[in-house]
């Protein structure tokens, strides 16, 4: 179900569902090249006298294109977790002065080797424009240009992905007392670098020489797979290595006091800082990627020398902001004039200025309260607005150009059930930064209450619950391509369109498919209005439509006395979205789509008995439905109905976990300071509900790893 890219048929796919070729993601660029022979015209352009294929059965040329049933599983060579190794180390200091001055550091180093496996890039004619020569030793039409329009070399192994992360951090700052008033002030120091490396690549400038190779040893994309030495696979052969850096320095000073006045007898509070932090980055792409080594073979120009890969240009950014923030804490009612049903009353008052380099400077302000009206029963809320500038590489980032599969056509794939309009290809899209986003604005509304008795029956037992509202505009983002197509055609159902959404004219096959589509008495009722196919998707980060979030939290806890037999604790926390909506898309209501539960809960127990304590834990995260795979709702297929479709549901998550500790610290004996962790996460080795997706799985919101068993020690010198 995970690995076949071709479910169709999966005894685990309801009987209603299979069949449907939307659960068929195998690539159509097969290890069985298909190409065209022809002539490459002076503009550029290709002129087709006819396509042909190798056979994958005889390796002889044959006509058409390959047989849709030798479709290429490219999950068959792909890693699905990552290999990875990390280290990590920490150091800390602090020194005392005086009982009035301390001085507090930190040195902290991380670094990491991850390596991930991906299928044999592909040669597509949408991704590289590659022309056999007509005297090249394998060309199957000697005396012709041949155009390859398919190939995946699979011989040259997977493509190989190490990413490796090093970064650190330096800290030193004072603390102390002056007078009446605490203070801090600390400057942080630290950079951060990403080199990844992606091997077996190939570019398009060497496998063009490879072609001309006189004799044997030539690249021969011709031969069925082991046709080409491993000799020849090196000529062609290439890592790409992208270099990523970025550094943050930070200064702060805060200064607090507890009794800055008083309010009918009770002390109120004041704290206030200022900061000021520099950010910078650094994007250097590999010299073939970022246009300093590009591509040139006669007409044939391309940004970008890495078949598979197009352009993407080196960028960089950096910001100075300076930051101010005050909080005055105001206990109108405590313990100098608490009364009859207002233990206590707190007022909270708060502001906080931000002045970027690139930015206008903003102020927000929040306000917050609690009201006790007994001691074991408090009611509290807030109020906040907030402020976010766009991060540099949104600002900054060069246009990128890709080639993406899955990309469907909403309005054509039924019509035409071409490759490219039904995803199974690959399509051209442009990303582009954006140096005229301005600052995100939120606003937050909470109000809630949290019931602890303090003796009785109920003494250890705790319950809250907290309502939530989050409102931004102008939020930073950028919508998926699968939105912008969506976005387009209900635009052009309303009469419009998204310019975003670039298209071709409609050609007379277009015409007539679309004639054909409305003459059938089966869509009498999703007649269609005929429309050129998508040439370009133009992606940009862009200051978003409002959106709007709401919830609620809850939780409840109960600690019994410490007993013979030792002490339990049970908690259960409870998160519920009762709104997810972004105005600007095609389907405004995000709730449960692809990836937002309504509901995610956890209940943990946990038992302590003298130094040794165990946790096992239920989590729970509700169905979701998925976007890309749907029928009519007329159909009767089970899942989620919205309007006259029907999406298939993601099923609930159900998962447990057990954890186990001793601690050896309170013996008088050299196990003091060792403490022995172990326990199994997914202790059920449940799998993740199906969704169709490239591994089967969402994965942000599930994973695959299964049962795992982990084990940890760790001792405390006392230095």
């Known amino acids: 179900l995970y690995y076949d890219l071709d479910r169709r048929q999966h005894p685990a796919i309801p009987e209603s569902w299979q069949g449907d070729s939307q659960l068929r993601n195998l690539s159509t660029r097969t290890p069985y090249a298909e190409f065209q ?3 490459l015209n002076p503009d550029g352009s290709w002129s087709s006298a006819g396509t042909s294929h190798v056979d994958p059965e005889t390796g002889d040329i044959a006509g058409g294109s390959v047989p849709s049933a030798y479709r290429y599983n490219f999950n068959e060579p ?18 005392d002065f005086s009982d009035t001055l301390e001085l507090f550091a930190d040195a902290f ?47 040259l192994g997977p493509r190989i992905i190490n990413v490796d992360n090093s970064s650190w951090r330096v800290m030193g700052g004072l603390r102390g007392e002056l007078g009446a008033w605490d203070w801090e002030s600390a400057l942080v120091v630290s950079e951060a670098e990403n080199v990844d490396a992606e091997g077996n690549r190939q570019t398009k400038s060497a496998f063009i020489d490879a072609l001309s190779v006189p004799g044997p040893t030539a690249l021969n994309p011709f031969a069925l797979p082991g046709g080409n030495s491993e000799e020849t696979l090196d000529l062609i052969r290439y890592t790409t290595v992208d270099r990523r850096e970025s550094g943050l320095n930070l200064w702060d000073f805060r200064l607090n ?33 970022d246009g300093s080594e590009p591509f040139q073979d006669g007409t044939i120009f391309d940004e970008s020398d890495v078949i598979g890969v197009s352009a993407t240009f080196d960028s960089a950014g950096d910001r100075d902001t300076y930051s101010a923030y005050a909080e005055l804490y105001l206990p109108l009612v405590g313990e100098a004039n608490a009364m009859k049903f207002t233990h206590a009353l707190e007022i909270q008052l708060a502001a906080r200025y931000e002045n970027p380099s690139d930015f206008s400077a903003n102020t927000e302000p929040k306000i917050g309260f609690r009201w006790a009206p007994i001691e074991s029963l408090s009611i509290r809320g807030s109020y906040t607005e907030g402020f976010r500038a766009p991060n540099l590489v949104q600002l900054n980032q060069g246009t990128i150009v890709r080639r993406l599969q899955g990309i469907e056509d909403p ?30 604005d939120a606003e937050t509304t909470l109000i809630g209450f949290v019931y602890a008795p303090k003796q009785g029956a109920l003494d250890g037992f705790r319950f809250g619950v907290d309502w939530w509202n989050i409102k931004t505009t102008k939020a930073v983002g950028i919508l998926d391509n699968d939105d912008m197509m969506d976005l387009d055609a209900l635009l052009r159902s309303q009469g419009s369109f998204n310019p975003a ?91 449960r ?22 946790n096992i834990s239920m989590r729970y995260t509700d169905d979701v439905y998925d976007s890309s795979l749907s029928q009519s709702a007329d159909s009767g297929a089970p899942g989620t109905v919205i309007g006259s479709t029907v999406y298939w549901d993601v099923d609930s998550w159900t998962v447990y976990n057990l954890t186990m500790r001793y601690d050896f610290s309170a013996q008088d004996n050299a196990l003091a300071g060792l403490v022995l962790s172990a326990g199994v996460r ?38």
């Open 501 to 591: 959404v670039e298209r071709g004219p409609v050609t007379a096959e277009d015409q007539a498919l679309f004639d054909a589509w409305n003459a059938d008495p089966a869509n009498v009722n999703d007649q269609r209005e005929a429309v050129g196919a998508a040439t370009n998707i133009v992606t940009q980060y862009q200051n978003l439509d409002p959106r709007e979030i709401e919830g609620w939290d809850a939780m409840a806890e109960y600690t019994t006395p410490e007993f013979r037999a030792g002490q339990f604790r049970i908690r259960g926390d409870i998160t519920k979205l009762t709104k997810f909506e972004q105005l600007g898309l095609a389907t405004s209501d995000l709730l």
């Open 78 to 95: 792909a890693w699905v977790t990552s290999d990875n190794d990390r280290m990590n180390a920490m150091i800390t200091f602090n020194h």
């Open 682 to 719: 997914n202790l059920t080795d449940e799998d993740p509900p199906f969704a169709d997706e490239s591994f089967g799985y969402f994965r942000g919101l599930h994973n695959s790893y299964g049962r795992v068993v982990w084990a940890q020690a760790s001792y405390d010198f006392g230095l």
């Open 411 to 440: 309005l054509r794939e039924e019509v035409t059930g071409s490759a490219l309009d039904s995803g199974d290809t690959y399509r051209y899209t442009t990303r582009l930064g954006n140096p005229d986003l301005q600052p995100e």
């Open 593 to 614: 789509r692809n990836g937002n539960p309504e509901t995610r809960y956890t209940i943990a127990l946990n038992w302590a008995f003298r130094d040794f304590t165990t």
């Open 109 to 155: 180093y991380y670094d990491s080797s991850t390596e991930f496996h991906r299928a044999a890039s592909p040669i597509d004619d949408g991704l590289a424009f590659l022309i056999v020569p007509p005297d090249a030793f394998y060309n199957p039409f000697p005396g012709e240009e041949v155009l390859l329009t398919r190939w995946r070399p699979v011989d």
């Open 37 to 39: 022979n022809g002539t």
């Open 257 to 289: 006091r507890g009794d800055l006045f008083t309010v009918f007898g009770n002390d109120a509070g004041i704290a206030l800082g200022v900061e000021w932090r520099e950010e910078s980055y650094v994007d250097d792409r590999d010299p073939k990627l």
